[in-house]
């Protein structure tokens, strides 16, 4: 079973890129964040092109920000659109969904940013994930949770450690906060644990030719309970997705359970060409 996430940056936006993507690697089950549409325009929108393809499909979005998706080959049941006990910014928004898909719980997620260290949305942040841990606590063995976690694990996760000083995704609480998470299911990173000491990158800032460089970071995780982690074949970057015209800033993250159609073929597909290292580089909003 093939299982991806992709923050997509707009449906509607990414429409075609994201149809052939589909049509290319040919995910089992599909989590989408930042969907930026109301469900009943996404239906509108995708019903039939999904449907033809053999997608199921589950939504939680509201209209121009946020939303997130399931889409699933291998069966849908027990859908669940947001958080027991999440906090609202002021209000709830649409940025988690969870269905059991194949015979695993599969969480599909899109972290409040944070913005500010310190500011009320970074204390959102902060509280909604840990509203997540509480659901994930008391899920099934057999989880992934995954999507746009909006968090860096470690300074190997960031293009540039300095660079980052000051700014959200890097702090110790948000650190913690995704190690308790993951400590309350016994939660596989699977790209780092499969690729411990390589650059692996998800999302490059579309300013200053960040994607060029390589100049990303690492805050699109996949990660998998015990019983899911041991029957991984491959987890990688399909960086393919990010290059091109028209591209989400985010790549698409891919773990193959069982059989890995393509191989156990590397972190990053295809890897950067000429990656930027050891020059001091400024974040574009710092500039």
């Known amino acids: 079973m093939r299982v991806a996430t992709w923050n997509v940056n707009s449906v509607k936006q990414r429409l075609p890129r994201l ?3 589909l049509d290319e690697r040919q995910p089992d089950v599909v989590c989408l964040q930042e969907t930026k ?4 325009a996404f239906t509108e929108l995708l019903d039939e092109e999904l449907t033809s393809r053999g997608y199921q499909t589950a939504l939680h979005g ?5 939303g997130v998706a399931l889409l699933s080959k291998v069966g849908l049941e027990d859908v ?36 500010v260290p310190d500011s009320d949305h970074y204390h959102y942040k902060l509280a909604w994930l840990a509203a997540l841990r509480a659901v994930v606590a008391a899920g099934p063995a057999d989880q992934i949770v995954c999507g746009d976690m909006n968090i860096a694990p470690t300074d190997a996760d960031v ?21 308790d998470l993951m400590a309350a299911a016994d939660l596989h990173d699977v790209v780092r644990e499969r690729w411990p000491d390589e650059r692996v ?22 990660l998998a309970s015990d019983p899911v982690a041991d029957r991984v074949k491959a987890a990688w970057i399909d ?7 028209g591209p989400s800033d ?16 590397g972190p990053v597909v295809p890897p950067p060409s000429a990656p930027r290292v050891g020059k001091k580089t400024k974040l574009p909003q710092s500039r």
Not at 239 to 244: C, L, Q, S, V
Request: charged share 20%.
């Open 62 to 66: 509201e209209v121009q920000w946020n």
């Open 250 to 265: 985010h790549a698409p993250v891919i773990l193959d359970l069982d059989v890995a159609p393509d191989g156990d073929i």
């Open 201 to 222: 990158f998800s999302y490059w800032d579309y300013r200053a030719g960040m994607f060029h460089q390589d100049l990303g970071m690492r805050v699109d995780l996949m």
């Open 80 to 115: 669940v659109t947001g958080l027991a006990e999440a906090p609202g910014f002021p209000h709830p928004e649409a940025r988690a969904i969870a269905a059991t898909c194949g015979g695993i719980r599969i969480h599909s997620l899109y972290v409040p940013n944070g913005r």
């Open 159 to 179: 293009f540039d450690p300095a660079a980052y000083v000051g700014q959200t995704h890097v702090t110790a609480p948000e650190r913690q906060a995704l190690a």
């Open 19 to 21: 149809l052939g993507w």
């Open 239 to 245: 960086r393919k997705a990010r290059k091109g015209t």
């Open 37 to 40: 549409l109301a469900n009943d």
